[in-house]
């Protein structure tokens, strides 16, 4: 996505994660311009019209009237956002929902049936636009390792962690059989959203392994309790192919009968030792090819923020059609329909098979 067009969006709840994107208009006034946030109460509304200087309304309506963005950011609480969704979808509005689009099974069902013929809504699943996963994904789609087999993730959970096991595999809705278990061990847990807890005493936290077949295909699902925030359990990612594999950044695959090579994903990084270009990533590289480049370069973000930004850029572009659609219901709803799975058969002791849903046919 290359589009530097100024995205204009509103959004409907005024949480943590709606502040991700007040952070992003307020970091890239260029790229990026709020039009209004839709709070529940006139004290919160205040409240966010002082902090991040943008009007406030108390319904989407008004929201609307006041100045038609691009598209609706909905990031209110998981029963409220089908709701949300579909009246803004009732009014004409391109819909940006945060994950997951409906909080369960029934609820995914149901939205389709309303909203999912109408092809205005799209989902904010950001993790392969992460830098990192785009990289290893652009090896991937590129045939570095052949054939994609499996694909092992310890490091995000549930539908966050299924998106990238699809896109990764490129199974999109094939049926899937899950089997998964939960086990619990000690754990010191000493940091969280809320901060450094000064507290190192262990606590009992759950593990979840579970294993999707997708029939020649297959992922495995590791995630422990809190494990975005814990320092104390690394991330891994291995992806698997007929001619190779990855596993984080590093690739060997064979090149000739006899040759098997290792090669490894490159991050230019500056702002390091005395490096004065500024802390910023720049672009991802493989083998002296340039794999990822960084679209919001100059900025300084995260990883997870440069992701954020980058499907709201995509979104927008979307909205104007001016490119694809970034993640669709379709996706979206497929990616929670496997989570769902895995805490059933978490709770159930079972496998769990994947039925055809209403939004893969």
């Known amino acids: 996505m290359t589009t530097t067009a100024q995205t204009r969006f509103g959004i409907v709840g005024s949480g943590w ?23 529940r109460t006139e004290s919160r509304g205040g409240a966010v019209a002082a902090e991040w200087g943008v009007p406030t309304f108390h319904t989407t309506a ?18 409220v956002t089908p709701d949300v969704t579909r009246e803004l979808v009732a009014a004409g509005v391109p819909v940006l929902a945060e994950t997951p689009p409906a909080p369960d099974l029934a609820g995914l069902r149901s939205l389709w049936a309303d909203v999912g013929g109408s092809g205005l809504v799209q989902v904010a699943e950001q993790y392969l636009l992460m830098p ?24 995000t959970h549930l539908y ?4 990238l096991i699809r896109g990764l595999l490129g199974v999109g809705f094939d049926a899937a059989e899950v089997n998964a278990r939960a086990f619990v061990a000690p754990l010191a847990n000493p ?16 593990t979840t392994l579970a294993t999707i077949d997708f029939g020649g295909r297959m992922g495995l699902y590791d995630f422990t309790d809190n494990q975005w925030w814990n320092p104390l359990r690394a991330r891994r ?79 927008g572009a979307w909205a104007r059609e001016e490119g694809p659609a ?21 709770r159930t002791g079972r496998p769990v098979v994947s039925v055809t849903p209403p939004w893969a046919r």
């Open 17 to 39: 994660r709606g502040e991700f994107f007040l952070r992003l208009a307020r970091l890239l006034p260029e790229r990026f311009r709020v039009t209004g946030v839709v709070t």
């Open 62 to 79: 008004e929201l609307l009237a006041h100045e038609r963005p691009d598209f609706v950011i909905v990031s209110v609480p998981w029963p």
């Open 132 to 155: 990192g996963h785009a990289a290893r994904l652009a090896l991937v789609r590129a045939g570095v390792l052949g054939e994609p087999t499996s694909v092992q993730i310890s490091s």
């Open 160 to 163: 966050h962690a299924v998106s």
């Open 191 to 206: 940091l969280s959203p809320a901060g450094w807890s000064g507290d190192s005493t262990p606590q009992q936290l759950t």
């Open 237 to 315: 990612l291995v992806v698997r192919g007929s001619l190779g594999e990855l596993v984080d950044d590093r690739v060997v695959r064979l090149v000739d009968p006899t040759t098997p090579v290792e090669s490894s994903l490159a991050r230019r990084q500056t702002g390091h030792d005395l490096n004065l270009e500024g802390l910023d990533l720049k672009h991802i590289s493989f083998d002296g090819d340039v794999v990822y480049r960084n679209p919001f370069i100059g900025s300084g973000m995260s990883d997870d923020d440069i992701a954020v930004a980058d499907i709201v850029v995509r979104t």
């Open 326 to 346: 970034p993640y669709p219901l379709a996706e979206a709803s497929q990616d929670h329909l496997i989570s769902l799975a895995i805490e059933e058969s978490v």
